[in-house]
Structures are given as C-alpha cells and as structure tokens.
C-alpha cells in the first residue's frame, strides 16, 4: 500500500546533541511537510518542501532545518535540540498545493523525548 | 488572519450516546475545513472535508459535519458512538489562497465510556 512511513518512531536524544528524523513516502507526492506537535496541543508547521523547494514558516526556529535529496525521501535536522523541543514530529504529503485543495496524507509520527 | 477554535477540550460520552464536537473558524476568505482523528501516538487520518457544494459532509466510521457559514462552524456529528471512536480530534481550516496550509484547532478528547 501507498504510505507514508516515519523512522524512528520513537527517539531519544540528549540536550544539545544533533538528532535527524526521517520520512519516506511511496505515494510520489509533490509536496512533503513537517509538523511539530506537543504534548495536547494542535500540530504546528514548521515547513513545506514544494518539489525541491524549501519553505519555512516565518516562526519557525532556525535550530530546525530538512533536507529532501529526492522525492520520496525528507529529514528533519535538530541541531541543538533543547527541553522545549520534545514533542510528536508529523510528516505528510500532498500530490500538489495551489489553489485547489489537495489531500494531506500522515504519517504515524516520531515521539522525540530530549534528555 | 485564519483561526479555529474547538470550544471543547475534552467530551465524555457513554457508548451508543449521540456527540458533537464542536468547531468554529474566523476568516475573511472562502475556506476549506477538515476534521482529523489522531488515535494514541498514531499520525492524522482524515475523517471527512468540507470543499464545495452539499453543507453537510458524511465522513468515514459513521461521522458527519456541517458547514454553517453564517455561524462559522463546522460541528462533527455521530449518532452513536463505540468504544473505538475514543480519541483525539482536530478541526482545521485551508483557505483557497494558502496553497494547502492547515491551520489547526487545539482538539478535543472524545473518551467514550461503557
């Protein structure tokens, strides 16, 4: 079945120490986005990549960065992470993004645990 | 600026009970409005959405919506709910000049209760 996948799916890391998310996706999507979501709270975008190009919210904090080598592969980059870090990290993806709507897919998530 | 605001945080229901979950969004624009299911450390799943046409919107596992623009809301509806429908679950609102963005409400904990 076409899926979005996340690994790990839970992860462990310690204050200050570089930790990178990964997301998969077999569903040839355009569009893969990241959101962060904390402990009963809504899920936050933090950025979208378009294809190759690379869109970050306006509140986003520069500690996080991604990469997206191909289509099917995207990575969420926590240089630094701190406390306030810890949270569910969501994956989607949408076949395009414009003016019509286009479906967000899920995936189960990353729970991030910072030490 | 887009806003949802889901009026309840958590709703307790006994099971084969009737549940709304409510939901209201503030724009200036047309918009498209959504409601996401997220089960215990699992990801969104889409559990119907409003677009265009009919107001109201059936949705997957019995759910339904309407969409009230003069009240701007967008309630989920179910006539009977199962144990298995405990979750959390999130309204959100795209406007047609945002390219897909989802703003998101905070959630509502449905707990159903034999």
């Known amino acids: 079945d076409a899926m979005v996948i996340q690994n790990p799916r839970y992860q462990v890391t310690q204050f200050g120490k570089p930790v990178t998310l990964s997301c998969s996706q077999t569903?040839?999507?355009?569009?893969m986005y990241w959101y962060q979501q904390k402990s009963s709270q809504a899920p936050k975008l933090l950025f979208h990549?378009?294809?190759?190009?690379?869109?970050n919210e306006a509140d986003t904090p520069d500690n996080f960065q991604s990469r997206r080598p191909n289509t099917s592969f995207c990575f969420l980059d926590i240089r630094s992470p701190g406390l306030g870090d810890a949270a569910m990290y969501l994956c989607?993806?949408?076949?395009?993004?414009?003016?019509?709507?286009?479906?967000?897919?899920f995936g189960p998530g990353t729970r991030l645990t910072v030490t | 600026a887009q806003s949802v605001t889901q009026l309840d945080s958590q709703v307790p229901v006994f099971e084969e009970a009737p549940v709304e979950l409510r939901c209201n969004y503030s724009?200036?624009?047309?918009?498209?409005l959504f409601w996401y299911v997220q089960y215990p450390n699992q990801g969104l799943q889409l559990l119907l959405k409003?677009?265009?046409?009919?107001?109201l919107v059936k949705g997957i596992n019995g759910f339904e919506a309407e969409f009230n623009k003069s009240q701007t809301s967008f309630h989920l509806r179910k006539p009977s709910v199962h144990i298995s429908d405990t979750a959390e679950y999130f309204c959100?609102?795209?406007?047609?000049?945002?390219?897909?963005?989802?703003?998101f409400g905070q959630g509502t904990e449905l707990s159903v209760k034999p």
């Open positions: 569903l040839n999507h355009n569009v």
């Open positions: 409003y677009l265009s046409g009919s107001t």
């Open positions: 959100a609102v795209s406007e047609d000049n945002q390219g897909g963005k989802l703003i």
């Open positions: 989607a993806t949408s076949r395009d993004i414009g003016t019509l709507f286009y479906e967000q897919y």
């Open positions: 990549y378009y294809d190759k190009d690379f869109n």
């Open positions: 724009s200036s624009v047309s918009v498209y």
